[in-house]
């Protein structure tokens, strides 16, 4: 006998994204076929992080179009929804609508170890940059 799901979204799927990460950070989140990578929530979000600071870094603003082109693989969907969930805008509710922006130069202090994630991060990106590969 097969199940029927119904899934029914009351909010945009990427807030759905958002809750999974914040509660399920060490659980498998995407893998590669018949390979040996793998992705945990918490490094999706880590790695579409980066991807939004490159974003930043290369100037990339609301309304401008990014291509993906690349085969199917955990890479893909990192990029894909760092790409669909950039934050180009703060939006928020309750204590995020305080978010604010902070160009790289002038990061205030960072709780927990998101300093060292985004100095890595940072590192990274202007690394990628420099060696030519974007």
């Known amino acids: 006998m097969q ?9 945009h799927y990427l807030n759905y994204l958002t809750d999974v990460i914040s509660h399920q950070w060490n659980d498998p989140a995407l893998t590669d076929y018949n390979e ?3 992705y945990t929530f ?20 609301r309304g401008d179009k990014i291509a993906l082109a ?3 693989c955990a890479n893909w969907a990192v990029a ?3 790409i669909v969930a ?8 309750d204590d995020a609508a305080k978010a604010q922006w902070f160009p790289l130069s002038a ?18 990106y202007k690394e990628i940059v420099n060696d030519g590969l974007i």
Do not use: C, S, T
Request: proline letters at 3%; zero cysteines; hydrophobic letters at 45%.
């Open 3 to 11: 199940r029927k799901i119904v899934w029914h979204m009351n909010k």
């Open 86 to 93: 950039a934050p180009m805008a703060v939006n928020g509710q």
């Open 107 to 124: 990061l205030p202090e960072l709780a927990f170890d998101h300093d060292e994630i985004m100095h890595d991060a940072i590192k990274k």
């Open 70 to 72: 690349g085969r199917n």
């Open 36 to 38: 040996n990578h793998e």
């Open 42 to 61: 918490g490094e999706l979000a880590i790695e579409m992080l980066r991807l939004h600071v490159l974003f930043e870094q290369i100037g990339i603003k």
């Open 80 to 82: 894909y929804l760092a």
